[in-house]
């Protein structure tokens, strides 16, 4: 007799083959970047990611393992032959626009005043130096990538949760594939376009949306077997946020047509920033 569960044996290798799938495609950047770019590009890049993911690191991760255990919790069934419960499954999903909902208003913020105020902090914290280098206008970039990072979590956190062994296979098969859309945009970046470091933002770009797309259809098929559905409307922001986002931008343009790299230019945009909370 066996001193292990065949059907946790299972599991344990499908969970373990997605986590060195993500793993691959976590540290795909930087062998890319080693393979594609030059050390200043390297450099550049590194910095980027390293600030910008402080924020997913700090904001989105606790965020994200909070959701997959609630989800768990929420959907778990000791019948694998048995739907979960109706309700719990609609409520499930009820929390999980929410979340989405939370993002996409953080995402408003990020893309209407990350751009434009990411330079300005890395000039004050870091110095001229790397500004000028380009590091800056990387880190405005990623500001539009952090969004991507914060629902790509949070969908997978739910697809990981519902999902079973075979479906998870199935979920480490197209990442592969994804890191290899992935490997194909960054070289058309780099090395066709010559993008440089943003070059390699942008392929994690679509490496992202593409992961999120699978990750929205599975969930999609999820709900709607169990009798549940998750309704766009519910997730989408109000015109006046949209407006307010929209307006903060312009004016963040329109202010660092005259920024001089002071600490003025930090306060004029911290007050941008503030105004657009407040409307949120």
């Known amino acids: 007799m066996s001193y292990f569960s065949r059907p946790l044996l299972v599991l344990g290798a499908s969970l373990f083959l997605q986590s060195a799938v993500k793993h691959i495609l976590t540290q795909g950047d930087s062998l890319l970047i080693a393979t594609f770019s030059s050390l200043q590009d390297q450099g550049i890049y590194a910095l980027a990611s390293n ?96 969004p991507l990072l914060a629902l790509n979590g949070v969908t997978e956190a739910f697809v990981s949760s519902v999902a079973t062994s075979s479906e998870l296979h199935k979920q480490s098969v197209w990442m592969t594939l994804f890191s290899l859309g992935f490997a194909g945009a960054a070289y058309v970046f780099l090395q066709v376009l010559g993008w440089g470091a943003q070059g390699l933002v942008w392929a994690n770009f679509v490496n992202m949306a593409l992961r999120i797309l ?67």
């Open 51 to 146: 600030y910008g993911g402080l924020i997913a690191r700090m904001l989105f991760q606790p965020i994200e393992e909070a959701s997959r255990n609630l989800f768990a919790k929420m959907l778990s069934s000791t019948n694998k032959d048995k739907k979960p419960d109706a309700d719990r499954v609609q409520s499930a999903a009820n929390v999980l626009a929410d979340i989405v909902k939370l993002y996409v208003l953080i995402s408003i913020v990020a893309a209407a005043i990350g751009p434009g105020i990411a330079p300005v902090l890395l000039r004050v914290f870091a110095g001229s130096t790397w500004t000028s280098a380009g590091a800056g206008a990387v880190l405005s970039t990623y500001c539009y990538y952090i």
């Open 214 to 280: 699978w990750s929205t259809n599975f969930i999609a098929g999820y709900l709607r077997r169990n009798g549940s559905s998750l309704k766009l409307e519910s997730m989408m922001p109000s015109a006046s946020s949209v407006s307010a986002g929209i307006a903060s931008w312009a004016a963040l343009a329109l202010l660092k047509q005259n920024f001089t790299g002071q600490m003025s230019d930090l306060i004029n945009s911290g007050a941008v920033g503030g105004t657009l909370l407040g409307l949120l």
